[in-house]
Every structure is written in C-alpha cells, then in structure tokens.
C-alpha cells in the first residue's frame, strides 16, 4: 500500500518540471541549460573550502572538485561524487550543495567527478572517466591529505549507476579501491520494464520518455544496454563493497535500485536498501525544500562515518 505524495514534494511538483524532450524543436544544448537551471541553487552551504583541478584520464583531462569539510583532520576519507542526469546533462555545479552538505555531515572529503556527456561520448566513456578518477585519487590523494586507504563512491540516478559499474569494474581489474558504494536511486537496468516503472513513469519529475531519450542518447547500439557496466544488475554480484541503496517510493528506478540490493544480499554482500515513502526521483536535490532529502543524506553521511 503506498503512502501518499509527501505534502512537501506535492507543493514541489507544482512548481517545476523537467523540460518536454522534442528534439525536432530544442537542441542538446538547450535541453542543458533548462536542466541544469532546476539543480542550481544560488544559496550555497558553507564548506571549509574547496579545490577545482584537472587530472589527466586515459581519454584526456577530467575536471573535479574536491570538498573539504569545516571539521578538521589531519588525513580525510573520501567519498567520490557521481551526479545524475540521464548521463545527458548535470555538471559539477548543480551537485554542488550536495556535495557540501555531504562533506559537512560526514566529516569527509568529496571528490565530484565532471565526467563527459552523452550523446557526444556514448557509453562506455563517463564509466571510464569516473573509473579514471578513482584510480587517478588512489594514486594521487596522499598529497592532498586525502587517506586512500577509505574511498566510497556515490552518486544518484545515473551517478549511481556509475557509481555501481566502477565498483564492478574496481573489482574485475583486483584493484580494490573502492571500500563503500551509496547507490541513490541509481538507475542497474537500463532495460528495465518493472512495475515501478509504470506505475510511476508519468507526472512524478522522472518520466518514461526521459528515460528513453537517455538511453538512446547514451547507447551506440541497443546490445550496449545489456553490458553489466551499463546494467550493472546483469554482472557478476559476488565480493562487491558494501552498499547502502536509497530508493524513492514514487520514483520509476524504484523497483530496479531495490532487486540490486536484494541481488548484492543475495551473492553474499552486505547491502543495506531504504524506501523513502512519499518521494520521487531526486528529491535529494531538493533537500532545502523537502525535509526528507536532507534525511537522506544525514543517513549516508552517518553510515559512511561509521564504516570507514
């Protein structure tokens, strides 16, 4: 039985939509810019400070920023930042608050990763650029009074697809980099034809046809959705890092971020899944306004602090 609209994320769906995809009558770009102007908050969380640079990937340079929180230590953990947008648009800048308030709440180090965008860099391309910048900070974050020892990644929507995939990928290669995964409603089956899908795949922000658009923007050809870095719910499940998986009740990625959770416990991984009721896809981004999202993140925060 589901609960009803939280009165917060109603008065929120009023307000605001993601912009109609009619490629016939608006370009990338636009399309962009409409976008990203719904995560970009003006008012900024304080943070002890932050540092914008460029690191060279195996495809060319990787812009990142990293976060310092107001608490000091002499050496931070790390949680390294995959945004969401449909791998289409979002940038560093409109997961900026995030990624403040995260560093904040956790006392950590956040490392948001600018990774390139489809469809001018189809998949597999943001996977290997966000790959290249865990393994670049593995190598590099001594320096930078990071402790290497203590990396988690997470992202939300598409950055916790990528966020997955890597930890896939960091276990296929025996690197074992990556010590946490925080999946927020990540998108683990770019196939995915479940119940939450449609139910919810119209008039909660995350709509079905969005959801086409991005896959066939992020896709040279349909065989690639099947490939388990695209789909990380098809790949080989077993000693993967701990997860905590946030899923949003009226959100169509809903039933898919669950069935992983489930699938990780299954082969014998340690993964801990929560349902916020009464919220839709991204409602982390709206934290200011929607009491839950800053919930949410208090709840990662204080479970990344507890384990690393």
Same mark, same amino acid.
């Given at each position: 039985?589901?609960?009803? *609209? ?14 109609? =995809?009619?490629?016939?009558?608006? /370009? ?6 409409? /976008?990203?102007?719904? &995560? ?7 943070? !002890? ?18 976060? &310092? ?8 953990? =790390? ?21 403040? *308030? #995260?560093?904040?709440?956790? %006392?950590?180090?956040? =490392? ?28 590099? %974050? ?51 034809? /479940?119940?939450? =899908?449609?139910?919810? !795949? ?37 000693? #993967?890092?701990? /997860? ?39 409602? *982390? ?7 839950? !999202? ?15």
């Amino acid at each position: 039985m589901f609960m009803p *609209l939280d009165p917060q994320i109603k008065e929120m769906l009023n307000k605001i939509s993601l912009p109609k =995809i009619d490629l016939s009558k608006i /370009s990338i770009e636009d399309f962009r810019k409409s /976008s990203n102007q719904l &995560f970009n908050d003006p008012i900024q969380e304080p943070i !002890g400070k932050t540092q914008d640079m460029e690191i060279n990937g195996s495809n060319g340079k990787i812009r990142i920023r990293i976060y &310092f929180p107001t608490e000091y230590k002499k050496k931070y953990p =790390i949680i390294m930042y995959y945004h969401g947008g449909g791998f289409v648009f979002g940038n560093i800048e409109t997961h900026d608050n995030i990624c403040r *308030l #995260l560093s904040n709440m956790s %006392g950590f180090a956040v =490392i948001s990763v600018d990774y390139r965008l489809a469809p001018e860099y189809k998949f597999p391309t943001a996977v290997i650029d966000s790959y290249d910048a865990v393994r670049w900070v593995a190598d590099n %974050g001594d320096k930078l009074d990071l402790d290497t020892s203590k990396i988690a990644v997470a992202g939300d929507s598409a950055g916790g697809n990528i966020s997955a995939s890597i930890s896939l990928m960091d276990r296929d290669k025996g690197e074992n980099i990556i010590k946490y995964q925080a999946l927020i409603y990540p998108a683990t089956n770019m196939v995915d034809n /479940s119940p939450s =899908i449609n139910e919810f !795949g119209e008039g909660y922000f995350l709509t079905y046809e969005l959801m086409r658009f991005f896959g066939l923007s992020y896709f040279k050809e349909a065989k690639d959705a099947l490939n388990p870095y695209a789909s990380p719910i098809f790949g080989n499940l077993d000693k #993967l890092p701990p /997860s905590i998986v946030i899923t949003a009740e009226y959100d169509p990625l809903r039933d898919q971020g669950e069935l992983y959770s489930y699938l990780l416990r299954k082969n014998g991984n340690i993964s801990t899944c929560t349902r916020y009721k009464g919220m839709i896809h991204g409602f *982390l981004s709206f934290y200011r306004y929607v009491d839950a !999202g800053k919930d949410a993140m208090a709840q990662i925060a204080g479970v990344l602090r507890y384990k690393l």
